[in-house]
């Protein structure tokens, strides 16, 4: 296989997987969704929705999805390493909270307004905390690898694709496009060569890199305020001040890349 078409197929199989093991995940509803959501996806009669033809076996066949997908993701020299399977058990966290997202927003109008439960927020917090886990473990071992990188960084444009997903959902449509500018880098330079260079390392890109993820949980914690009332008028308060930290995370994503492209394309220039 073309090396230049891994990056591109470890893209897609990553997604697959992340859709395969939501779609598996959900089945779960009279389990994970009243675990995760702790009661905001209940019936009529105030137990747990149940989700008809699901179970533990849709549930195992996704994950067997789920793993094969990854696995082919992460194909390259050197194999399969310690490293890469910290960053499989972080995108198999990451299923289990886009699930508990789906689940907790189902039944509410877009854009919701409010926040994630608790259970939740917290599951985040670890998948964006094991985010430099997979490069110490492969430092302490014998190293990682070129396709090891490449499925690392993968996993974090979905990470915060999935993340700006679920922000979406609480503030509106524009805040998936935190989600987006990295993939539409990754189209640019499939069109632009000069963004195709590697880029010397940065203390701003690491830093902007994690700042939008943080401002993003900020946003869906599930704290509550009343509307603001002037005379007759309504202000959803609580709407707004959401989403400010993940305009906030927008702007930085937006800069970050912006100098990244500047860089990129000066020697094109000279």
């Given amino acids: 296989m073309d090396h230049r078409r891994r990056p591109v197929l470890g893209t897609l199989a990553v997604l697959l997987a992340a859709a395969l093991l939501l779609l598996a995940l959900l089945g779960l509803g009279d389990h994970l969704a009243a675990a995760l959501t ?13 989700h008809e033809g699901f179970g533990g076996l849709a549930v195992g066949a996704g994950l067997l999805a789920f793993a094969g997908c990854q696995l082919h993701a992460v194909r390259g020299a050197g194999g399969f390493r310690a490293a890469d399977a910290v960053t499989l058990l972080r995108s198999g966290l990451l299923g289990i909270f886009a699930a508990g997202v789906v689940a907790a927003s189902g039944d509410l109008p877009v854009p919701t307004g409010v926040g994630l439960p608790l ?13 430099g886990l997979d490069g110490a473990v492969a430092r302490a071992g014998a ?14 444009a979905v990470v915060l694709m999935v993340l700006a997903l679920a922000a979406a959902l609480a503030v509106g449509w524009w805040a998936a496009l935190l989600g987006l500018l990295r993939p539409g880098f990754a189209l640019g330079a499939r069109i632009r060569p000069a963004w195709r260079r590697p880029l ?9 890199g994690m700042a939008p993820g943080i401002l993003v949980l900020a946003a869906l914690a599930p704290w509550h305020l009343t509307p603001w ?11 707004l001040l959401r989403a400010l930290p993940v305009a906030l995370g927008l702007a930085l994503v937006t800069f970050s890349f912006g100098v990244d492209i500047r860089t990129l394309e000066r020697p094109a220039e000279e």
């Fill in 119 to 131: 259970p939740l927020i917290l599951l985040a917090g670890v998948i964006l905390l094991m985010d």
């Fill in 229 to 239: 009332h002037l005379g007759e008028v309504e202000f959803p308060l609580e709407l």
């Fill in 200 to 208: 010397p390392d940065s203390r701003r890109r690491k830093v902007l």
């Fill in 38 to 50: 702790a009661g905001s996806s209940r019936g009529p009669d105030g137990g747990p929705v149940a």
């Fill in 143 to 156: 190293g990682g690898t070129s396709a090891g990188a490449r499925y690392d960084e993968t996993t974090d």
